[in-house]
């Protein structure tokens, strides 16, 4: 589950919450510290606040996006302080950390949590890629935790959930292979292109269709096969719109 889990923190602006989430995951036992276009980083302050965990810092994956981060991720969790108005099903730490831990998160190999920006959180292209959310209870009034205390009371239930149960799973033989946060996002693109092509969605206005069919498919959590299956309907619905020249398969 250590290598596993890789926490991911979305354009924060402050150096000193990148090294004080790097410390709250390395006294967890975590290392995989994936930063998605950092305000400031490498920067003296986060090395500051990091302590002696500047071995996560120093590992650290920068991105350019969030899909770049979420590569290989077969469970994709944000991390979000309210509710939001489409609602993705939601756990609290302790279930999130169980869960992941059982294995049902690992079964394609990696798991990602998602953290968002100090002033405004993740938005809802970004939390569209999400299959679950993940609330720590608080105040209804003042429900936002520091950035990197949210880390920290995650990382807590991922090492306590963990020291409850077997633990590595992951390759465990005849599980199956859920599909990858980036077979998703491909997935996602060919949906919405043959529902262009058959006339279904509009093209001058697809945000609010295509972030209900997320929520379904991601709730549904397809596997390999069943990605194939899916796939392979919307090539063919696009045949029969065009005939086999202009289907794309991508
Ligand atoms: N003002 C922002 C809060 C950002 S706090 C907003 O209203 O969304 C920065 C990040 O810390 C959040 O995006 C989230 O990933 C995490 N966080 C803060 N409080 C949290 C909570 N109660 N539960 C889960 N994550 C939380």
Not at 63 to 81: K, N, Q
Not at 186 to 193: A, G, N, T, V
Request: proline letters at 4%.
């Amino acid at each position: 589950m250590f290598n596993t889990v890789r926490m991911v923190l979305v354009e924060t602006s402050h150096p000193g919450n990148i090294g004080a989430a790097a410390r709250a995951m390395k006294v967890m036992g975590l290392q995989r510290l994936y930063l998605v276009n950092p305000q400031l980083f490498p920067h003296a302050e986060a090395t500051a606040r990091a302590s002696g965990a500047d071995d996560v810092l120093a590992g650290a994956t920068v991105c350019a996006s969030l899909d770049e981060a979420l590569v290989g991720c077969g469970l994709v969790v944000g991390a979000s302080a309210r509710l939001r108005r489409l609602s993705i099903p939601q756990w609290d730490p302790r279930q999130c950390a169980e869960r992941m831990v059982e294995g049902i998160a690992a079964a394609s190999g990696e798991a990602a949590i998602v953290f968002g920006r100090e002033h405004s959180g993740l938005t809802n292209d970004e939390l569209g890629r999400c299959h679950q959310l993940v609330h720590v209870p608080s105040n209804p009034d003042y429900s936002s935790l520091n950035l990197a205390a949210a880390v920290q009371v995650i990382a807590y239930e991922l090492r306590m959930a963990s020291g409850a149960s077997a633990v590595e799973t992951v390759g465990g033989g005849e599980q199956e292979t859920l599909a990858t946060a980036d077979d998703m996002a491909r997935f996602y693109q060919h949906l919405q292109q043959t529902l262009e092509d058959i006339g279904f969605l509009d093209p001058e206005n697809p945000r609010i269709m295509m972030q209900r069919l997320r929520r379904l498919f991601n709730r549904a959590r397809p596997n390999e096969v069943e990605m194939n299956i899916l796939r392979g309907i919307l090539t063919a619905a696009q045949k029969q719109r065009f005939g086999a020249s202009r289907s794309t398969r991508r």
